[in-house]
């Protein structure tokens, strides 16, 4: 299968400081590229879809000023959670798709800590 | 909306028995069924998809069923071993809205030695 690597897998940062996280596709191109949010013992829930060289759809409730995604190349997507706050602590988990209809790959996941 | 079911939500078997997953969905334009294994602290792994056009497909103790008409598809694990045990999802996708894969709440499933 194809790999799909995320970084950093555990982050703590204080509370009002940003942090970025990188969601890269190893061995294919990525033309589509989808960002989760997943709290203790629940499912995934979806944030944005990001399609290379376009701007994030985001899903209702999600905030786009607060969550940005960059998809700027076919191999590497990004989401910066600004001015993080201890509610935005979470696992969040990425994947990839070689177009939006084939099947998903998805990242380690990302454990964020907001102290 | 597009909603996916899954039962049960938690499930537990003893080594060897099979365990069985089952899933239901909404939406009828769906086309592309994963099941994912997460285990504590990763990412979903998948492990096996059928496309609608298939109503059976089985890799090794792993198999999945379709019912499209139903609107059903399940997970079947035989000779199940303790390292099965994890958080499985079965999900649901379409060629329509975005393709946004449409997750199940999940399945703790325990295999015990």
Redesign the interface.
């Known amino acids: 299968?194809a790999v799909?690597s995320?970084h950093p897998s555990r982050v703590i940062c204080k509370s009002g400081t940003s942090v970025k996280i990188e969601c890269r596709s190893l061995d294919f191109q990525a033309t589509?590229m989808?960002w989760y949010r997943q709290f203790p013992k629940?499912?995934?829930m979806?944030m944005a879809?990001s399609n290379e060289g376009s701007k994030a759809?985001y899903e209702q409730g999600v905030e786009k000023d607060k969550f940005l995604i960059n998809h700027a190349s076919l191999t590497l997507s990004t989401l910066t959670v600004t001015s993080a706050h201890p509610e935005d602590s979470s696992f969040y988990?990425c994947?990839a798709?070689r177009t939006?209809?084939t099947?998903?790959?998805?990242?380690?996941?990302t454990?964020l800590t907001v102290v | 909306g597009e909603n996916v079911e899954q039962h049960p939500s938690t499930l537990s078997v003893q080594e060897g028995d099979s365990a069985v997953i089952k899933c239901t969905y909404s939406d009828s334009a769906s086309n592309?069924f994963?099941w994912?294994k997460q285990e504590l602290?990763?990412?979903?792994?998948?492990i096996i998809?059928i496309r609608s056009n298939v109503g059976e497909k089985k890799d090794q103790r792993i198999a999945v069923t379709l019912n499209k008409t139903a609107k059903h598809f399940s997970l079947h694990i035989t000779e199940t071993q303790p390292e099965d045990s994890a958080v499985y999802?079965c999900a649901a996708?379409?060629?329509t809205g975005?393709?946004?894969?449409i997750?199940?709440?999940?399945t703790r499933l325990f295999v015990k030695a």
């Open positions: 299968g799909v995320q589509t989808f629940q499912s995934l979806l879809t759809t988990i994947s798709s939006g209809n099947e998903a790959f998805f990242g380690q996941g454990r | 592309y994963p994912y602290g990763k990412g979903p792994q998948l998809d999802f996708k379409g060629d975005g393709f946004k894969t997750f199940g709440a999940g």
